[in-house]
């Protein structure tokens, strides 16, 4: 009796797996036209598009794509990478890690793996410039499928600042990131920095003013006292001219 139990247990646990492999193989022919594809942003998860069929079937199916996208990564294979990253949130646009993990694969990696040695330094400033730009896009149609994501909007200001050095358009999305709702404390201290950078200390006092009576005193994540020491700063040596 306990013998049969278990090996019935044992189908049971393994079944998501075998339809996970199943729902994968069965898609294998149409993954090199799926790739291709400009994916309209959450066609997928309105059950539209072509994983429209898939019902609740397409969390699995972006599952296995995205176990397939990990395993092109670890090969440094940008294309293929690319290309399950796509079939990922195609299958399913909902999963904000999907959009997140994807971009910064993207943004991160695929310029180091198309740098060659050798290499001139403007053609790899290129390189990078362009995945840049690619993974803005990617976080574009995440943002279309998540309208307003905090986080979301914040990678795109992180790769923005990181890797091309856009103050400007950084600073406008930590502010965008900063008036969501439920938006991190952070990005509203960092687009205060970014305008004190930007040589915009009267902008950046008036803004860390308006956002003082919003923070708790009770939440170490708000960091009350540092934007408070802050404004006296600015205070100072906006005084001191």
Request: aromatic letters at 8%; a positive charge; one cysteine or more.
């Amino acid at each position: 009796m306990s013998s049969s139990i278990a090996n019935s247990n044992l189908r049971v646990g393994a079944l998501p797996l075998i339809i996970l492999v199943a729902a994968v193989f069965c898609l294998r022919p149409f993954e090199s036209r799926l790739a291709s594809v400009s994916w309209p942003a959450g066609s997928s998860a309105k059950g539209g598009g072509v994983f429209g069929v898939l019902g609740g079937m397409r969390a699995i199916v972006a599952s296995g794509f995205w176990l397939r996208a990990n395993l092109v990564w670890e090969q440094r294979d940008p294309a293929a990478t690319t290309a399950f990253l796509k079939l990922t949130v195609a299958a399913d646009d909902g999963p904000r890690y999907f959009w997140l993990n994807g971009a910064r694969m993207i943004a991160y990696d695929l310029p180091e793996w198309r740098m060659e040695a050798g290499m001139p330094v403007a053609l790899q400033r290129k390189v990078a410039e362009e995945q840049a730009q690619a993974a803005l896009r990617f976080l574009g149609d995440g943002l279309r499928a998540h309208p307003h994501d905090p986080v979301l909007l914040i990678e795109m200001a992180n790769i923005r600042l990181r890797v091309l050095g856009d103050q400007e358009g950084a600073a406008q999305l930590f502010r965008q990131a900063a008036e969501q709702k439920a938006a991190p404390y952070y990005a509203a201290r960092i687009y205060a920095e970014l305008l004190i950078q930007l040589g915009r200390p009267i902008k950046a006092l008036a803004w860390l003013q308006q956002i003082l009576p919003g923070l708790p005193a009770d939440d170490p994540a708000a960091r009350r006292e540092v934007v408070v020491q802050r404004i006296k700063a600015l205070e100072a040596q906006l005084g001191a001219r």
